[in-house]
């Protein structure tokens, strides 16, 4: 089946040290996005990736970062996790900015100790 | 940008029926979704309403009057397999964005 793949599912990682997660996709869409979703609260927009073409929100911190090599695959570099930063991060795709309805990936819960 | 409110939590029994209501602000209307979102999932996609009015999919309805800012999801026959967070998200196409924004979620829990 098409589909948005996240991995790994659960990641741990230390203060301070780099991590990446990834996201591929099945689905031929033109559009990635990176949310960061804490506990008990809304999707937060990272970033995106139209082809590509990287757009970045303003309040995003620098500390993250993102690759799409291409049209499949995209990732998150998160440069020096802070434990603010452990999170949901759910990767979602789209055929363009407009579609109706997003695809979303499984997410990777990351863990900073 | 947006101003999405929806409640935190609300709690039905199974078989039942309930409303979760969303309201907005913003300048540009260009759609609203709904996302259900089990925990510890992804969220996945409900509905997508743009015209006034009530878009019916089996069990559940969703609701859109523009002049408002208002939405509402309705669930009909409740199934314990419901409960779950659901998420209103509303697009704006100020700026040429087009992406959505959500709202932090209604938490739903059906009991027997």
């Known amino acids: 089946d098409a589909m948005v793949i996240q991995n790994p599912r659960y990641q741990v990682t230390q203060f301070g040290k780099p991590v990446t997660l990834s996201c591929s996709q099945t689905l031929n869409h033109n559009v990635m996005y990176w949310y960061q979703q804490k506990s008990s609260q809304a999707p937060k927009l990272l970033f995106h990736y139209y082809d590509k073409d990287f757009n970045n929100e303003a309040d995003t911190p620098d500390n993250f970062q993102s690759r799409r090599p291409n049209t499949s695959f995209c990732f998150l570099d998160i440069r020096s996790p802070g434990l603010g930063d452990a999170a949901m991060y759910l990767c979602?795709?789209?055929?363009?900015?407009?579609?109706?309805?997003?695809?979303f990936g499984s997410g990777t819960r990351l863990t900073v100790v | 940008g947006q101003n999405i409110d929806q409640p935190t939590e609300m709690t039905a029994t199974e078989g039942a029926i309930v409303q979760i209501n969303c309201t907005y602000q913003?300048?540009?209307?260009?759609?609203l979704f709904w996302y259900q979102q089990h925990a510890g999932e992804a969220p996945t996609f409900l509905s997508y309403?743009?015209?006034?009015g009530l878009e019916e999919k089996g069990r559940f309805s969703s609701f859109l009057s523009r002049s408002k800012g208002y939405s509402y999801l309705l669930l009909k026959e409740l199934q314990m397999k419901d409960s779950a967070s659901y998420l209103c998200?509303?697009?704006?196409?100020?700026?040429?964005?087009?992406?959505?924004?959500f709202g932090r979620g209604t938490s739903l829990i059906v009991h027997p």
């Open positions: 979602a795709t789209s055929r363009d900015r407009g579609d109706n309805g997003y695809t």
């Open positions: 309403n743009v015209l006034d």
């Open positions: 998200a509303v697009r704006d196409r100020t700026g040429g964005s087009y992406i959505p924004t």
């Open positions: 913003t300048s540009g209307f260009n759609g």
